[in-house]
C-alpha cells in the first residue's frame, strides 16, 4: 500500500482497456480509501474537515506543507523576544496570534505552556 501514499492518483482506465488494468486501478482505489480513511481518523476534528475531500498522496503532501509552516511558527514563537522600546502589549498580541497559528495547525499548546 505504499505506493499509494506515494504517488498521486492514476487516471482511470479507459473503457476499452483490459481486464487486468481495470482490477488493478480498482485496487488501487480500494487500497486508497482504507488509507484515506486511517489517515481521517487519527486527526482531530478540525483536520479531518480541511482533508475530508483529498485523496491521501494529497493529504500526505499538504501535511508536510503543515509541518513546514508548524516548524516555521513555533521557531518564531520560541525565539521572540520583546524589543527595547515597544509595548508589551504588542508582544503579548504577537505571541498570542503565533500560539493561536500553531492550533490552527492542529498543534495545541497545553494551557500551562501557553
Known amino acids: 500500500m505504499g505506493y499509494v501514499s506515494n504517488s498521486p492518483?492514476?487516471?482511470?482506465?479507459?473503457?476499452?482497456?483490459?481486464y487486468q488494468e481495470h482490477q488493478e486501478y480498482r485496487k488501487w482505489i480500494d487500497e486508497e480509501n482504507v488509507i484515506?480513511?486511517?489517515?481521517l481518523a487519527s486527526m482531530n476534528p478540525e483536520l479531518q474537515k480541511q482533508h475530508e475531500h483529498m485523496d491521501a498522496y494529497t493529504?500526505?503532501?499538504?501535511?508536510?506543507?503543515?509541518?513546514?509552516?508548524?516548524?516555521?511558527?513555533?521557531?518564531?514563537?520560541?525565539?521572540?523576544?520583546m524589543a527595547e522600546g515597544t509595548y508589551v502589549n504588542d508582544h503579548v498580541l504577537k505571541m498570542i496570534n503565533l500560539i493561536e497559528g500553531l492550533g490552527k495547525l492542529g498543534f495545541a499548546m497545553d494551557e500551562e505552556l501557553s
Do not use: N, W
Not at 492518483?9 to 483490459?18: E, I
Not at 484515506?36 to 489517515?39: A, H, L, N
Not at 503543515?66 to 521572540?80: D, N, P
Open 9 to 18: 492518483l492514476p487516471k482511470a482506465p479507459d473503457d476499452d482497456a483490459t
Open 59 to 81: 493529504i500526505l503532501v499538504h501535511d508536510v506543507e503543515g509541518m513546514t509552516a508548524r516548524y516555521e511558527i513555533s521557531k518564531e514563537l520560541f525565539r521572540s523576544k
Open 36 to 39: 484515506q480513511c486511517i489517515m
